[in-house]
């Protein structure tokens, strides 16, 4: 071998070692399923369409359930996971007890993808895609939803803690928690119209009812302390959006500008702060409003997601295999 064809030789080994030390990021594909499962996503459809005109709130709660996963160690559906000696479960975590609802549909819906393609479906896309077919199912935008995600084999309840907003964080503490996800303030004011859905509970938003701020509008004040009263019935519930609690539309943006956010967090959105102008324009242009959500939903559904050879995909969405 002479030095030239050595240099070559060598050059080539460089290169290879670069090439299989590089990690194996697979993408999300929305085709992911196309060969492996072509009724995983007809099927899924099926059982949120069934739940949410069961109950129209399913939806908001099938939105916010892919929230609170991918807001805790990746959307890997580790929110699904029971208690177990290795697990210590994310619903027991305070952002989550008592208030994150929409298990059970889930569960059910893995039931019904594992009759026709036993574990090929990951629990962590069935909630994105459920989260989507929840949107679309109370006239809210559609998006195509990126698949291949896999389960976590892990859950934590002091992430959920530590990394999900608070209804009392401040404006600076909301911009930091989503940059930490990789969503900047335009797209988290998008996602926070996710409350145009759902509802809260008195505890939650009972303080700022109390507080006399300047912030709140007097009389929407007053009507919500009907069934909040200043101690006890914390769990009585209030739409987060009052004038049209079960349609997606950009209300919420308006509820704001006139201050009638139920939520500090929702109202710190619109009181003077770097946001206010991000509101008044979902709050005039339901078209941008919705186009921004669909695209912050897609950016979400990619926070550290596990693909290829990691984790696993879960027979039943509860528990390990
Ligand atoms: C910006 C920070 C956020 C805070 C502090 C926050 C906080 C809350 C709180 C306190 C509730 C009421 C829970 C209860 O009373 O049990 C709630 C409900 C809800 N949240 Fe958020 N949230 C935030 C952002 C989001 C985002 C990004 C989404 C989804 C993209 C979302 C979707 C929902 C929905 C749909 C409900 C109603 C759920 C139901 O009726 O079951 N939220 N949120
Ligand atoms: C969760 O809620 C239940 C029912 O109210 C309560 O008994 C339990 O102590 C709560 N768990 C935690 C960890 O706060
Ligand atoms: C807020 O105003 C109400 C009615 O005017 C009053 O009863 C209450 O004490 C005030 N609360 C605070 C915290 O100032």
């Not at 698949?147 to 309840?157: I, M, P």
């Not at 200043?230 to 009585?236: I, K, L």
Request: glycine content about 6%; charged content about 20%.
């Amino acid at each position: 071998m002479n030095s030239r064809n050595s240099c070559a030789a060598i050059a080539a080994m460089l290169l290879l070692l670069l090439v299989s030390n590089t990690p194996c990021t697979a993408q999300l594909s929305s085709a992911f399923y196309d060969n492996t499962c072509p009724n995983a996503l007809s099927t899924i459809r099926t059982a949120i369409r069934t739940a949410v005109s069961r109950e129209r709130r399913m939806a908001a709660s099938l939105i916010r359930l892919h929230f609170h996963d991918c807001f805790v160690q990746g959307c890997d559906a580790s929110i699904l996971l029971d208690d177990a000696p290795s697990i210590e479960s994310e619903k027991n975590a305070r952002p989550n007890n008592n208030s994150v609802r929409g298990y059970e549909v889930i569960y059910a819906a893995k039931s019904e993808v594992e009759k026709i393609c036993p574990q090929v479906v990951s629990c962590a896309d069935i909630v994105a895609v459920a989260a989507r077919d929840a949107s679309v199912a109370v006239g809210g935008p559609s998006w195509t939803v990126k698949l291949g995600r896999r389960d976590s084999t892990t859950a934590s309840r002091s992430i959920a803690e530590s990394d999900l907003p608070r209804f009392r964080d401040s404006l600076e503490i909301l911009i930091s928690k989503f940059s930490d996800k990789g969503l900047n303030a335009r797209e988290m004011v998008a996602l926070s119209g996710a409350h145009t859905i759902g509802q809260a509970q008195c505890l939650t938003f009972r303080d700022r009812l109390y507080n006399n701020g300047s912030d709140i509008d007097a009389g929407f004040a007053s009507t919500r302390r009907r069934r909040c009263p200043s101690s006890g019935q914390d769990g009585n519930l209030a739409p987060l959006d009052l004038v049209t609690p079960n349609s997606f539309d950009n209300n919420y943006f308006k509820n704001l500008v006139q201050r009638k956010g139920l939520l500090e967090s929702d109202q710190v959105l619109f009181s003077g702060g770097s946001t206010d102008g991000i509101v008044s324009e979902y709050s005039r242009s339901p078209s941008t409003f919705n186009s921004d959500f669909a695209s912050a939903m897609v950016k979400m559904g990619d926070i550290e997601t596990l693909t290829g050879q990691d984790g696993l995909i879960r027979r039943i969405c509860s528990a390990l295999n």
